[in-house]
């Protein structure tokens, strides 16, 4: 399994990539793989608002519906609208295609209080 070095990690299991001012959220290959074949994406609207630790959509697999947590709080100012009619993009490729949304932080600081790569495999490897 691949956790890439260059993003944060929340303990949700959500990744973050910081792209100048915004960042792009999605969940990791993990949580993808624990979720089973993913056949539906619900996420917000560009403008809403989202809050660190709050929901901010959920994935459907054929096992199970779970929410998406934000792992920082802003404005989604991009939505992955690719999605909704292919969510089976979630499990072939979680790092690329299958971003979830892009939000302009209300604290860019938060990034920085995510896991790092190396905190995150730990984490799921004590799971």
Known sequence: MSTPKE??????????????????VGITHFAQSELGDIV???LPEVGDKVEADEPF??????????????PISGEVVEVNEELSDNPEF???SPYEKAWMIVIKP?????????MTAEQYEEMINEA
């Open 7 to 24: 993003l944060r990690y929340s303990e949700e299991h959500e990744w973050v990539k910081t792209e100048g001012e915004v960042v792009r």
């Open 40 to 42: 539906f994406v619900e």
């Open 57 to 70: 959509g959920s994935v459907e697999s054929v096992k199970t519906v779970s929410e998406l947590y934000a």
């Open 90 to 92: 979630v499990n072939e």
């Open 106 to 114: 209300a604290d860019a600081s938060e990034v920085d209080k995510l």
